[in-house]
């Protein structure tokens, strides 16, 4: 079907064999799909709304909004949606999931169809999983003939691809998950302005880029991973377009700190050394939400007393799955004192060895592995806090369910320090630990097994996990290795999955709370920045806003720009703005 930004893939929402085999042809095997609806009414027979999330339904934008869906039975009348609209594994992975996006119509076409057809219909991306959207006639028709049965099509030419926007309400407030359609490439404002055009060129994954003249920074629209080389060309097409509508000509490029990054090898290859301004990754997701409340601007003094320059001081907190630190090991759980221009690490989570480096990411059992295995994973670090090795006989049962070859091949690339990159990573952490709850051995996607750990963990209070902080080269660290030990604990004492979930949930958000306190008292500040794609765990970041603002704490998260990689580029903008205000 031909859309306002690009194709999609359409199907009955309530035919559980029509969904299987969109899933099937699409390849997405465990991704929810997005459900559109006919109109308000029949959103509320599917989910429960709050009033904000309704707002976000019906605005101009048209986003997808995820929202709690009702359980089979709940809905006043009408066909469910089928179990593998939200998830492709039958049984409790289905269940487990009660969230799903759905929308509204934004064009006339949308709207007869939904009313010819009186129920809900998945509307996906039209592409193969990771690929971008198909916008052009001949190439839907090539590209998506293997997947759709026939083609919906009109004579309004695509100008540019726009990805359906994606949005959620945290705390009362909205956060966006993927800016597209609707938002994308609505203006921001910078806190400082740049004296100098910018492009910013994000990060790899969850792709954007942001073109900024003065005070305005206008992030594109997602574009996906750049890894794939259709995703790459997109880009490049999606820049030169926007480019021309702004009128903008970039003075400087600002990139990630990875060499790898094909983002950064971009910006190295069309700018000299003298117009390139490198941003450490988990600066940039600070920043970007920091820059949004306006932390560090001209009328700021948001920072709890702390002035109204780019030399604000605030103390963020930055977790997510991997990002290159300026030390040259992979960092992810990460505590800083910053302001717009710069920023020094102050604490950090417990490292731990990723077996097969990007294997670890898709394979989270390998992960485990990492934490289980390797003595010198935490390094002197460990050995202050008392902590001593995990008994062997607490990792039999999970040891025992992996192929004895692979848990081998593991031993011995950690012996010897075969690609085995350390991080300091919050997201590989819960990878970790959802493996060795059983709930994700390999992942079809990123995050996935952080995210089902999120959707079983039992709802309620609980009480979190032993943990020890540590003092290690003026660092503040999280060592986890007594929350591991625990979990193996708890799993050979019988307690549920369920109540281990949300144990270990609770220890992220004590830990952090800890972090920010003693960090707090130590420097005065009274500013807290959460950003990074862990906070799209929607009760840690909820619980987190909460519990610091009962310290005392102001505390920012991201909303118009993604919390993960989708919001790097503009972070990497505010802090370039910033440096090139200072130095002129």
């Not at 999330?53 to 986003?63: G, I, K, N, V």
């Not at 709802?459 to 290795?481: K, N």
């Amino acid at each position: 079907m031909k859309g306002l930004g690009g194709y999609h893939l359409a199907c009955d929402a309530t035919d559980a064999v029509a969904v299987a085999r969109l899933r099937d042809r699409k390849h997405r095997w465990a991704k929810a799909f997005a459900v559109m609806v006919r109109d308000l009414a029949s959103a509320r027979a599917l989910a429960e709304m709050s009033r904000e999330e309704e707002a976000l339904l019906t605005s101009p934008a048209r986003p997808i909004v995820l929202v709690e869906r009702r359980r089979p039975g709940e809905a006043p009348g009408g066909a469910p949606l089928a179990d593998g609209v939200v998830h492709a594994e039958p049984g409790r992975a289905a269940a487990l999931n009660r969230r799903v996006g759905l929308f509204l119509p934004y064009t006339p076409l949308h709207r007869l169809l939904l009313e010819a057809l009186g129920r809900p219909i998945v509307l996906t991306s039209g592409n193969l999983s990771d690929e971008p959207l198909a916008t052009d006639d001949a190439e839907a028709l090539e590209r998506l003939a293997g997947i759709a049965d026939s083609f919906l099509q009109h004579d309004r030419e695509i100008r540019a691809r726009y990805d359906d926007s994606v949005t959620r309400v945290v705390d009362g407030r909205e956060s966006l998950i993927r800016r597209g359609r609707g938002y994308a490439p609505e203006p921001l404002d910078l806190p400082v302005a740049t004296p100098a055009t910018l492009l910013a060129v994000g990060a790899e994954l969850k792709h954007t880029f942001t073109l900024a003249r003065g005070g305005r920074a206008h992030v594109a629209p997602h574009t996906g991973d750049l890894e794939d080389l259709l995703t790459h060309r997109a880009f490049e097409t999606n820049l030169a377009h926007l480019e021309r509508l702004l009128d903008i000509e970039p003075e400087y490029v600002v990139h990630d700190l990875h060499p790898g990054y094909l983002s950064t090898q971009y910006a190295v290859s069309h700018f000299p050394e003298n117009r390139r301004i490198a941003v450490q990754h988990h600066h940039a997701h600070v920043a970007s939400a920091a820059a949004e409340a306006g932390l560090g601007g001209a009328a700021g003094g948001a920072a709890g007393g702390a002035g109204s320059s780019p030399s604000a001081e605030f103390i963020g907190v930055a977790f997510d799955g991997l990002g290159m630190g300026d030390d040259g090991t992979f960092w992810g759980g990460e505590v800083l004192v910053a302001t717009l221009a710069s920023y020094r690490r102050v604490g950090r989570f417990g490292r731990a060895p990723m077996p097969g480096g990007a294997l670890a990411v898709k394979k989270p059992y390998r992960m485990a592995l990492g934490y289980l295995l390797a003595a010198e994973a935490f390094g002197p670090e460990g050995s202050a806090a008392g902590e001593g090795p995990i008994d062997p006989e607490l990792t039999h049962a999970f040891l025992d369910r992996l192929d004895p070859r692979e848990v081998e091949v593991v031993r011995v690339q950690l012996a010897r320090s075969l690609n085995a990159p350390i991080a300091s990573s919050a997201g590989r952490l819960f990878d970790a630990a959802a493996s060795l709850l059983g709930i994700r051995d390999v992942a079809e996607y990123e995050a996935q097994a952080a995210i089902e750990l999120e959707l079983l963990a039992e709802e309620g209070s609980a009480e979190p996990l032993p943990y020890g902080l540590v003092r290690q080269g003026g660092l503040l660290i999280y060592d986890p290795r007594s929350t591991i030990r625990a979990i193996l604990e708890g799993r050979a004492g019988g307690a549920t999955t369920e109540a281990l979930a949300a144990r270990f949930q609770e220890t992220i958000a004590a830990v952090t709370r800890e972090l920010v306190g003693e960090i707090g008292r130590e420097t005065g500040l009274r500013a807290a920045v959460l950003s990074g794609g862990v906070f799209q765990n929607q009760w840690l970041a909820t619980t987190l806003v909460r519990r610091l603002a009962g310290d005392g704490f102001e505390v920012y998260t991201n909303q118009m720009v993604p919390a993960n990689d989708g919001g790097i580029s503009y972070g990497q903008a505010a802090v370039a703005a910033a440096r090139l205000a200072g130095a002129s």
